[in-house]
């Protein structure tokens, strides 16, 4: 069973995390920011990973401890649910088109967190939402994943439109890396044997 809890408590933040990496996509996620709730439906939507997120957060300072954290607890699920990584494809990448906007996601589950990540905004809100929590997200979700990440905006004018493309992008690649590799089911996908 590729599935996994996380619990994270702190002095900012309460936060529960449940993941199945072979669901269907079905998301229940309540951190108490909305933006950030859409955005995360999205990840489970197109991941195919099933994702139940909730999050009790110290929002009436800001956002950013809910958003931050939140990456760190499910980048650890991941990490749970994956185990070893046998028979894993590893890899996966996705040019996403929204609207205006288009992303390019490239990633793999090597257990050596990086993050590249070459995404503007022309506004640092969407509604109440700092756009530059979408960087935080995924810079906690890679390191606590272990994750290389490269995430490319190639076109986008819109904000909304530019953070959906990047978490659907994302989405998709991750939908392929932690999708079994029928050719090589028992295998882990390293020349070092271990990930």
């Given at each position: 069973?590729?599935n ?7 002095a ?6 449940v993941?199945?990496?072979?669901g269907?996509?079905?998301y ?5 920011v ?16 099933d ?8 929002t ?8 931050e ?13 994956l185990?070893?990584k046998?028979g894993?494809?590893?890899?996966g990448?996705?040019h ?21 990540w ?10 109440s939402f700092?756009?530059?929590?979408v960087?935080?997200f ?18 986008g ?15 998709r ?5 932690v ?17």
């Amino acid at each position: 069973m590729r599935n996994a809890q996380v619990t994270r408590s702190t002095a900012e933040t309460d936060i529960h995390v449940v993941i199945d990496l072979d669901g269907t996509g079905q998301y229940e996620c309540d951190t108490g920011v909305g933006f950030f709730d859409h955005m995360l439906d999205q990840l489970a939507r197109h991941s195919l990973i099933d994702i139940t997120v909730t999050c009790k957060g110290d929002t009436f300072i800001d956002d950013h401890h809910s958003v931050e954290d939140v990456g760190i607890a499910l980048g650890q699920a991941l990490t749970k649910a994956l185990g070893d990584k046998r028979g894993i494809r590893r890899y996966g990448d996705c040019h996403l088109a929204m609207d205006d906007s288009l992303v390019r996601s490239a990633l793999d589950l090597s257990g050596r967190p990086f993050l590249v990540w070459n995404v503007d905004f022309p506004t640092q809100k969407i509604g109440s939402f700092d756009t530059e929590l979408v960087r935080e997200f995924f810079q906690a979700f890679s390191t606590h994943g272990g994750i290389t990440l490269h995430v490319d905006k190639l076109h986008g004018f819109n904000s909304h439109h530019i953070a959906e493309a990047a978490f659907k992008s994302v989405a998709r690649a991750l939908r392929v890396a932690v999708e079994s590799d029928p050719r090589k089911s028992d295998a882990i996908p390293s020349t070092k044997g271990t990930l």
